[in-house]
């Protein structure tokens, strides 16, 4: 069985994210959905297609006869979706021209056979190890799976922690690897200061293996990012993201100021490398403070 459970965690952001638009999703190319200003008449469409050496290419009749004014499909003639959108929005009889986006099946749960033990993902009150969940209470993870969508750049969480198992069945195929580093020579190859980061550090011991001291956080890796649909453990609530292992124990349990700081060092300098980290995890605690 998977050591990977969830809980809940920490997550401090190393700003700016990287944010999504809807205008990244996927679209068929060369065309675009166009909506006429409303009585508009249908000689005055024409004309107005025809000297964009445009026509219709499909016309929603019953959809234009309830809105009042006609919508279709129009197919580009060698351009481009953003060549078509340029020539057509300033016209003054156009309501709106848009991409004709992709949509896609939506599906209900992962195919992860262990999911239904991730209250903290779907909560229906179901048992997990003897003991009865409280229904609702969870991230609402099914409500943003179903609008998930593909990403082209590579987004990366580090986890300050106990190391983690970078060879699990269920992370192997997210951890992070560093581009400007070549694994195993001896050699700082990307001159950050640290010999053969090629996955993270252990900031604890001074050596680029980071093999779990613990089981903490390998833990925590599957929570954020255990790889999804893979039929596989578990999925992470962001299933795609790269973890970036950063540890700071010998024990897997306790892990000293200085080595958490490193850590955090560590990953700014990857940041401003220009490595996307848009977290890094910080589940722990003690009751001192620092004084500056
Ligand atoms: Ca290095
Ligand atoms: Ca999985």
């Not at 790889?227 to 892990?255: C, F, R, W």
Request: charged share 20%; proline share 3%; glycine share 10%.
């Amino acid at each position: 069985m998977s050591r990977i459970f969830t809980i809940t965690c920490c997550l401090f952001s190393l700003l700016p994210t990287q944010r999504v638009s809807a205008k990244e999703d996927p679209f068929v190319e060369g065309e675009v959905l166009i909506t006429f200003k409303s009585d508009v008449a249908i000689g005055t469409i024409k004309a107005t297609l025809a000297r964009h050496s445009l026509g219709l290419t499909e016309h929603y009749d019953g959809i234009s006869y309830r809105l009042r004014r006609v919508c279709g499909l129009v197919r580009g003639r060698g351009r481009t979706t953003a060549q078509l959108i340029a020539d057509l929005k300033a016209d003054s009889a156009i309501a709106d021209v848009e991409p004709n986006y992709l949509r896609r099946i939506s599906t209900t749960t992962p195919n992860d056979p262990d999911f239904a033990k991730l209250w903290g993902l779907a909560n229906t009150g179901q048992s997990v190890n003897s003991t009865i969940g409280t229904s609702g209470v969870d991230t609402r993870f099914l409500s943003a799976w179903n609008l998930s969508r593909t990403i082209s750049s590579e987004v990366v969480v580090g986890i300050i922690d106990t190391g983690v198992d970078i060879t699990h069945p269920d992370l192997i195929g997210n951890i992070w690897v560093n581009p400007g580093e070549i694994a195993g020579n001896g050699i700082d190859d990307d001159g950050n200061g640290y010999i053969d980061d090629i996955h993270g550090y252990d900031f604890a011991s001074a050596t680029a293996t980071i093999t779990d001291s613990g089981y903490h956080g390998t833990h925590l890796a599957g929570t954020i990012a255990a790889v999804g649909k893979n039929d596989t453990g578990i999925i992470g609530l962001q299933y795609h993201a790269k973890i970036l292992p950063l540890k700071v124990s010998t024990d897997g349990e306790y892990m000293s100021t200085s080595a958490v700081i490193s850590a955090c060092n560590y990953a700014v300098n990857l940041k401003q490398r220009g490595i996307n980290i848009v977290a890094v995890n910080a589940s722990y605690g003690g009751s001192s403070y620092g004084t500056s």
